[in-house]
């Protein structure tokens, strides 16, 4: 392990790093970047313009004179976004443009920004800085530079280094920001001052802070409010998650102006209260102090209400800053400072961080103590999105002392902060439907219609942490094991690095990073590949718009390894790139569906969904369809196998919770243990809310009885949960083990779908049974008779038997044209069941005849289908424009057949094959999809991958086309496919 980086290895650190991606950080490192200075932005959130895309500070003051125009005074690059709009005393912006632009302006300048990273510490050296200790998605980093701007918004980074709180122990002036949806054709009064003091006076807000503005978004209207608050005073609850009670004071005080609004003033009472800002700005009378090393400074603060004038004048004094701050070459040794945090650089481990594709260099940083500050929990929950939110809900209605965490200062993960407010599937009863009513009432005065997530279920969450103790804003950085069990979880905010010890911790991050953190063992993606589901970042409103064409959205734009920080940044790049991304208002936070699985004490399979199997000590349900985007790991998937769409009922047993080999941790949202294909079924919003009220009972049985969540009194807690209806009546009933016989008696009239019990069952449970049934039944060759299904599922199961039968259906399917049907519009989505198509019929039979035992029969039908096979298809775009924007559906009629012909050819690769398999490569729009590393480019994921797997077949096969593919891949932009050709294709002498 490298303690003291090499000056050869810091040759290429930045010059500058810039500390808060808000616009004044954006104009110092774009000042610094003109300069010719490497220049890096350090940003905690997934998003540039914290001034106003944060705060909603969407208006800004013009001068009086109409012929006056500032905005050429601008630092260059900053006048598109203060030229949007105007009201008659207002430049109207918009949040979701501000944060597009800037992202775009700083990769146009070559600046590279490290979302996701909080500054906690500095290393220094002779007087100066030499760079950044950061909490990032991967633990902690450090990051080597010559200067420090610090443009947080209350110079925390300064604050940290003269030993300061984030917010003084004093009382602050809180503005805030809500938007008002008004329905079409209602008129407001022009001048409604009088109303609005009224409401000042009822509510204890500050005289004079509630104004109007008009937004960019017709129908809508922002009311903004100040407030006096004194959470952060001493002796209120610990000083670090003083910001998150404002918050939540904060946005409790907007939902009764909101509903005050629409019951006092009479024009106002079809209004409803639509979005809210991210994070409210708070004001206290302390400056900020001054920074005791040569190379850091802060820059200017724009003020609430800012004008054009004040945004000038800020610029003109970054740029005097950036000009006058001279970086000096990082050097190793000294000290890393930060609040309460003083450690001589020896004792501090640094490693090169292997991801390759971080626009900077960035070391892997770890030492052996522990921060000075702590906190005590009986029961810990780190991320509060729809898992957390509920465990932590359920584990102080019984008593526990909880804390709780999570990286955005609104509770609710997904379910309010990702926008994916409403329910599609699941079990909705239970603890879910007591928090929606609970929710709903909470919000009715206010949101003419509540969803049942959105706001207000944050509004419920932060009722529920009125009784625990959060840390909003906060990321999970490290984790602390003593003896096989979690002790301590390391997190970072803007108060710098706190140690929180519980006697049971939750996972909720729905990525399993406090698992991984402490040691877990974890899978990701298809075992093959590592490919995983779409991720999202919304650009919808959080409540319906009066049309849904109103209404700009993301759709699916790309697939991210969740385990590398260069993924995280490509993702959030990606979706801020996106054309179809709305203009007004986006998604603070990136959605990804799919994430890290642990390796538990037990494991959800896909025959255990498949089959219903019975479950005794099932904590949890779902009752779903596959919610499968973009690409199932299972030939089962690909054939229509996975339910049919029809809504399935899954038990989830206690130990997919329970990451193997470690004590005091329960694992829950995304992140349980199980096969991806199967876990698919049991990621929706109602479902995740039931399993994570249910691990917070179970974290809070634990924490009484203090042995451990695997000695809890697991039938005990199950009829509690019966009781509360988090565990339905059908959880409790009795199911037949699946029995073979009775399952290879009904393919006689059961059709294809009778095949997906045989198919589920275990090869060695079924083969006899089977070869038993092929021997008596009748000789038929139809596609769907009972000889014809058995010849299918003896080859799912890998037998020889019958190969030269199902060879001849292959045959006799593209005799009849039937490989040419393109899949029936009748079923638009993929894996949409047993749709009796003559496209589903070739993919079950080659399917087949990949996982067939046969040999030479099974490969000359493979090999002609190959040949026979013209391509994807011309892409059918759906009418939808949702559908239409997305990128996690193959909207070309045969991309599921090649995938299909992908994996039959691996199986069953020979040289044979080979020349088939080049022709096909070399067809039009089957190759050449792959992306450099390092592109900007969004790529078409689904393309890339497909042509990665007909790759990876025809290599297997020895075909030339196929290993030069693979080379290209090496360097490809999505980390799945690099990787996975570098294990393939190692370079010489590894």
Known sequence: MDTVPSPASLANAPELAVVGGGLMGCMAAVAAARRGRRTVVVEKRQYLGREVAACDHSFVAVPCNPGCDLRSGLVPGFASLFSDCAAPDELLLSPGLVRQRLQALLESEGVAVLHEAEAVAVSASDGAATGLLLACPTGLAWLPAGAVVDATER??????????????????????????????????????????????????????????????????????????????????????????????????????????????????????????????????????????????????????????????????????????????????????RGRCLDLAAEEVALRPSADEALPVPVWDA??????????????????????????????????????????????????????????????????????????????????????????????????????????????????????????????????????????????ATGNADLAVLAGAATECGDSRDGMLQSFSMWGTEVYPAPHFFSCRCLGDPGVYQPGLWSEHLRAIAIAHRDPACSAHQISPMVTPREGRRIVGEAALTLEDVQLRRAVPDALAVACTSADSHAFTSSDLGRIGGMGGGEDLPVLIPFGCFIPRGIEGLLVGGKAISGERDATSFCRMNADVKNAGYALGAAAAMAAAIGRGVRAVDLTALRQELRRLGVLPEWAFAERPAPSVAAAVARLGEGGPAALCPLLALPAAAALAELERAFTDAPPDEGFHSRRSLLVQALAWHGSATGAAQLARLLHRAMDEGRHLTPPSRRAPRLHQGWQEDDARLVDRLATMAGRSGGQAEVRAALARLVEATPGAGEAVRPPMPYDASRRDIAFEPFANRLLVLAYAVERKAGPELAPAMEELLARPGVAGHHTLLGARTAPLFLSAHREFRLAVAAWRCGAPHGREILERYRNDAHAFLRRTARALLPMPGR
């Open 155 to 336: 110079a925390n980074l300064l604050r940290a280094l003269a030993g300061r709180r984030h917010l003084d122990p004093a009382p602050a002036t809180v503005r805030m920001v809500l938007e008002m949806e008004v329905p079409h054709g209602t008129a407001l009064p022009a001048d409604p001052g009088a109303g609005l003091r009224r409401a000042e006076t009822a509510l204890e807000l500050e005289p004079g802070s509630v104004r109007l503005h008009p937004t960019i978004r017709l129908g809508t209207v922002l009311v903004e409010f100040a407030f006096r608050s004194h959470r952060a005073e001493a002796g209120r609850g610990p000083a670090a998650a003083a910001r998150s009670r404002i918050e939540a004071e904060a946005r409790a005080r907007a939902l009764g102006l909101a509903a005050w609004l629409r019951a006092g003033l009479p024009a106002w009472r079809a209004a409803s209260l639509c979005h809210l800002a991210d994070e409210c700005h708070i004001d206290q009378e302390s400056a900020a102090p001054a920074a005791d090393l040569g190379n850091v400074a802060a820059a200017p603060l724009l003020p609430w209400g800012f004008s054009i004038a004040d945004a000038v004048a800020a610029g003109a004094a970054v740029e005097a800053l950036v000009e006058a701050l001279a970086p000096r070459p990082p050097r190793p040794g000294g000290r890393w």
């Open 366 to 507: 770890s030492w052996d103590g522990e921060p000075p500050e702590r906190l005590d929990a009986e029961v810990c929950v780190a991320g509060t999105g729809a898992a957390g939110g509920m465990a932590m809900l359920a584990a102080t209605e019984r008593g526990r002392r909880v804390v709780a965490v999570d990286a955005n200062r609104i509770l609710g993960g997904t379910h309010t902060v990702g926008r994916v407010v409403a329910y599609y599937h699941g079990h909705q009863g239970g603890a879910n439907a007591a928090a929606a009513e609970a929710a709903g009432r909470l919000a009715a005065a206010a949101i003419a219609a509540p969803p049942p997530g959105g706001l207000p279920h944050a509004l419920l969450l932060d009722e529920s942490a009125a009784l625990a103790v959060v840390l909003g804003g906060t990321r999970v950085c490290g984790a602390r094991v003593e003896g096989g069990r979690l002790a301590r979880t390391i997190v970072a905010n803007e108060d710098g690095l706190c140690a929180i010890s519980a006697a049971v911790s939750i996972d």
